[in-house]
């Protein structure tokens, strides 16, 4: 028995998805460029369809650290600006800056990364090294004074 078939162009026809196509286009992009907003949309979207979502919602509390990491770097260069000027040179604390800013940004990364593939709460791994630092440049100013 032979089938016969045709070949039909639809050049109109809508297809309604469960999703839209900006939560298609979304899949595509790294969560850093994401919005809060888009963000919290993505992750409700995965959460409500069990799928993970760790690394979005690493990325959304780590935008939400922010605020406390930069009060953090603020408050820790502080002691190497207000300490003795005759012991250390200039260049030597630039470079002991830069050093604590290069660890600072690895040490994120290497929490946030734990966190996401030992299933860790997003919220430690985005705040953790942000307090940390805190309390390291609160130390540094006690002893400044």
């Known amino acids: ?14 297809l309604s998805l469960p999703i839209s196509a900006d939560l298609i ?3 595509q992009l790294d969560p850093r460029y994401m919005r809060v ?24 509390w780590q935008k939400w ?11 820790l260069v502080l002691p190497l600006v207000l300490g003795s000027t005759r012991s250390v ?13 290069l ?3 690895l040490i994120n990364q290497f929490v946030g990364n734990i966190a996401v593939v030992y299933q860790l709460s997003p919220l430690l791994g985005a705040f953790t090294p942000s ?15």
């Open 65 to 75: 650290a922010v605020p406390l990491t930069v009060m953090a770097m603020i408050a």
């Open 25 to 27: 286009q979304k899949l």
């Open 1 to 14: 028995m032979r089938m016969d078939w045709a070949q039909r162009p639809l050049y109109n026809m809508t």
């Open 37 to 60: 907003d888009e963000l919290q949309r993505y992750i409700r979207f995965l959460d409500a369809n069990d799928l993970d979502g760790h690394v979005y919602k690493l990325a959304y």
């Open 131 to 145: 307090i940390l630092l805190l309390a390291i440049a609160l130390l540094a100013l006690r002893r400044v004074r």
């Open 89 to 101: 040179s200039i260049g030597q604390r630039i470079f002991v800056g830069s050093l604590i800013g």
């Open 103 to 105: 660890s600072f940004y």
